[in-house]
């Protein structure tokens, strides 16, 4: 039981390039984020999904994308990336009601130059 | 939508004392209110939590206590211990349905050896 996986792990892109961040979790969880943690600003909310094929746009979406194909997947999509977007990003994932503690997966580290 | 503020930003104490770190909430409708700790490098993680049909929680050395009418909620750690260096956020959110977990901005606490 691994819980929640983030790859990759560490991360250099040049302005303009694309790349996906993957999310898996093994707890059967139906509720999954994306955030993203910048020094000071503790952790803001990208977007989240609140089960299969359902997306929503949390406090910072601009710039990001997201797919939620298969329950246990969450990719975070960065379409053009910008040196406003290196960040520490982290996935969550909870149990339906809602009411639980997050899971978070290790986090990925993006540096764009 | 919900809004969390934390203070203080930074909090050093010596090994033994106690500390508190304070948040307030906007939204009277939030009833779920969790406290997370994050090591240099690591995932944030769960230490304890606290819903709105109750005023104190304890588990060991933290305790969070809340105060729904004031809407602040805090957490105190006694006999501070090294190992308890850390940041601490709080979050908040409705338990009910899938709202996400809104953070604060984080509390840097140093427990001076």
């Known amino acids: 039981n691994a819980g929640v996986t983030q790859t990759p792990k560490f991360r250099v892109l040049k302005t303009g390039q694309s790349m996906t961040l993957l999310c898996a979790q093994d707890?059967?969880?139906?509720?999954m984020y994306w955030y993203r943690q910048d020094p000071g600003m503790g952790l803001r909310l990208i977007h989240y999904s609140v089960g299969e094929g359902t997306t929503a746009k949390g406090e910072v979406p601009d710039g990001y994308n997201v797919s939620r194909l298969k329950k246990q997947n969450f990719l975070l999509g960065l379409e053009s990336a910008a040196p406003s977007q290196t960040s520490v990003y982290f996935c969550?994932?909870?149990?339906?009601?809602?009411?639980?503690?997050?899971?978070f997966g290790s986090g990925t580290r993006l540096t764009v130059v | 939508g919900e809004n969390v503020e934390q203070h203080p930003s930074t909090l050093s104490v010596q090994e033994g004392d106690s500390a508190v770190i304070k948040c307030t909430y906007s939204d009277s409708a939030s009833n779920y209110f969790p406290w997370y700790k994050q090591e240099l490098g690591k995932r944030p993680q769960l230490i304890i939590d606290?819903?709105?049909?109750?005023g104190e929680k304890k588990d060991q050395r933290i305790a969070v206590t809340l105060n729904k009418t004031a809407k602040h909620f805090s957490l105190h750690i006694t006999e501070t211990q090294p190992e308890d260096s850390a940041v601490y956020f709080c979050a908040a959110s409705r338990a009910s349905g899938n709202t996400p977990l809104v953070f604060g901005k984080g509390t840097r606490l140093s427990v001076i050896a």
């Open positions: 606290i819903r709105s049909n109750v």
């Open positions: 707890m059967n969880h139906e509720y």
């Open positions: 969550a994932s909870r149990p339906p009601g809602g009411g639980g503690g997050y899971t």
